[in-house]
């Protein structure tokens, strides 16, 4: 588990605010995930990549920017930050030829 | 894309008891079902999964079972115990993606 990381772990920010959660993972696993959380819901796909340089929407990738410029870090972007926003997000990464995948620590988003 | 349903949606169970937690998908294709355990304030991991062309999986007391003809897979976990509460969720593949079940509160009360 140690080996994918996300920061910040906590972040508040305002309405209209640009922020960026970063996501980085040390086992050089092809694909990487962004998921966030809300109650009743359960964990909704944003963005994927299968690689660096490919990356693909999820479920709901609205408001929502990645890049993969390299293999181990997959930021996520909220350009312009919405109350809707709030929630926790979650990275995961699993290797090229298996499903599983492994979470990392989530990081909790406030936009006031 | 896919839909996963999930039921009950909070579960509470005497230490010992069974628990048994349903999903449903739609999309005949998905091939693929973990599922997860989410401790509070933790992330979630992988308890268990089972693929498509595998009826039953068991380890330990946690055992999953799949109908691919009804489109619906289960979680049986056996003689609870209290350090078994947590939220527990589906989920199923539909391509590269998973869609994931709302989740199931599980309580075992000692």
């Known amino acids: 588990d140690a080996g994918i990381t996300q920061s910040p772990r906590y972040k508040i920010t305002e309405t209209g605010r640009q922020v960026t959660l970063m996501c980085h993972q040390t086992?050089?696993?092809?694909?990487m995930f962004w998921y966030r959380q809300d109650l009743g819901h359960g964990l909704r796909l944003i963005y994927y990549?299968?690689?660096?340089?490919?990356?693909d929407k999820g479920e709901v990738p609205d408001g929502y920017v990645v890049s993969r410029s390299k293999t181990e870090n997959f930021p996520l972007t909220l350009e312009s930050a919405t109350r809707s926003q709030t929630s926790v997000y979650f990275c995961?990464?699993?290797?090229?030829?298996?499903?599983?995948?492994?979470f990392g620590p989530g990081t909790r988003l406030t936009v006031t | 894309g896919e839909n996963v349903e999930q039921h009950p949606s909070t579960l509470s169970v005497q230490e010992g008891d069974s628990a048994v937690i349903k999903c449903t998908y739609s999309?005949?294709?998905?091939?693929?079902f973990p599922w997860y355990k989410q401790e509070l304030g933790k992330r979630p991991q992988l308890i268990i999964d089972?693929?498509?062309?595998?009826g039953e999986k068991k380890d330990q007391r946690i055992a999953v079972t799949l109908n691919k003809t009804a489109k619906h897979f289960s979680l049986h976990i056996t003689e609870t115990q209290p350090e078994d509460s947590a939220v527990y969720f589906c989920?199923?593949?539909?391509?590269?993606?998973?869609?994931f079940g709302t989740g199931t509160s599980l309580t075992v009360i000692p």
């Open positions: 999309d005949s294709a998905s091939n693929y």
């Open positions: 086992w050089s696993h092809s694909y």
């Open positions: 989920a199923a593949t539909f391509g590269n993606q998973f869609y």
């Open positions: 995961a990464s699993s290797e090229w030829d298996s499903y599983e995948q492994y």
């Open positions: 089972i693929r498509s062309n595998v």
């Open positions: 990549s299968a690689a660096a340089d490919i990356t």
